[in-house]
């Protein structure tokens, strides 16, 4: 996740992934559905039902690791390697890099599950979908934490609190494991997921393209104070977020469907 476009884009693939999640217990709560079984209507009986019946969240899962990791490749100059081989010496390379097409395998790993169970399996394996995800964000955390190594500044103090909402959505997918469909988990997740990706959003601004145009400085104590001051801001507005969500989901199924 290295530049804007490196926080940028898995910033949105984060939130996205949230909102979704927002959307499905904003209907689970007003349809009284459990949220992981919502029914699947087909639009027609023809050929095509069977296409329309497919879940695509899987799908755009690989597709995302895909551009991710093209995007990262991409960035790279020169030749990508694991270990250096000059003068008989073994240095690791590209250590970030590889740190971010890691946390790529997991997002393709899990869509590629979520692809076997919703659509490829005869009956539907929620748990082997939950236990993909609680791995994929288990070693988020843990390639999160090293990232910070040698960082300071500015950038130290937004990675921390990325750090810490990484670490509350681990907590949560776990959690999920024991009590797949308890709806204030999957708030949570919901939660949890767009927070993370906002702030990655926000990180990648501040960092590389700020809005003010001018470069946050590391020795000012008061730029520091403020990312904090900013990431309480991006909290509200995530919860702000998820409360429209369920006002025009409850308009949406009450009203109009």
Same mark, same amino acid.
């Given at each position: 996740m290295g530049g804007f476009e490196g926080h940028l884009y898995p910033g949105l693939s984060l939130f996205f992934y949230g909102l979704y999640h927002a959307r499905l217990v904003s209907r689970a709560l007003i349809c009284n559905y459990p949220v992981q079984y919502l029914p699947r209507h087909p639009w027609s009986k023809?050929?095509?039902?069977?296409?329309?019946?497919?879940?695509?969240?899987?799908?755009?899962?690989?597709?995302?690791?895909?551009?991710?990791?093209?995007?990262? =490749?991409?960035?790279?100059?020169?030749?990508?390697?694991l270990i250096s081989k000059i003068y008989h010496q073994r240095n690791f390379l590209y250590r970030k890099q590889w740190q971010h097409l890691t946390l790529y395998m997991t997002f393709f790993l899990s869509g590629c599950v979520d692809v076997v169970s919703q659509n490829l399996l005869p009956q539907r394996c929620a748990a082997l979908e939950q236990g993909?995800?609680?791995?994929?964000?288990?070693?988020?955390?843990?390639?999160?934490?090293?990232?910070?190594?040698?960082?300071?500044?500015?950038? @130290?103090?937004?990675?921390?609190?990325?750090?810490?909402?990484?670490? @509350?959505?681990?907590?949560?997918?776990?959690?999920? @494991?024991?009590?797949?469909?308890?709806?204030? =988990?999957?708030?949570?997740?919901?939660?949890?997921?767009m927070m993370t990706g906002s702030w990655l959003i926000q990180i990648g601004f501040m960092l590389y393209k700020p809005i003010s145009?001018?470069?946050?400085?590391?020795?000012?104590?008061?730029?520091?104070?403020?990312?904090?001051?900013?990431?309480?801001?991006?909290?509200?507005?995530?919860?702000?977020?998820?409360?429209?969500?369920y006002g025009f989901s409850f308009l949406w199924y009450c009203y109009i469907c």
């Open positions: 023809g050929k095509w039902a069977r296409l329309q019946q497919i879940s695509y969240v899987g799908l755009v899962k690989i597709l995302s690791a895909f551009i991710l990791a093209a995007q990262e =490749l991409h960035n790279i100059h020169g030749q990508f390697v993909a995800q609680a791995l994929g964000m288990c070693l988020f955390l843990p390639l999160m934490v090293s990232h910070m190594q040698d960082s300071e500044g500015v950038e @130290l103090q937004s990675h921390i609190l990325l750090t810490q909402a990484i670490f @509350l959505l681990v907590l949560v997918v776990i959690a999920e @494991l024991w009590a797949p469909n308890r709806l204030q =988990l999957w708030v949570m997740k919901a939660f949890f997921y145009g001018y470069k946050w400085m590391d020795d000012d104590k008061n730029n520091i104070i403020f990312v904090t001051t900013f990431f309480c801001w991006h909290v509200a507005f995530i919860a702000i977020l998820m409360i429209w969500v």
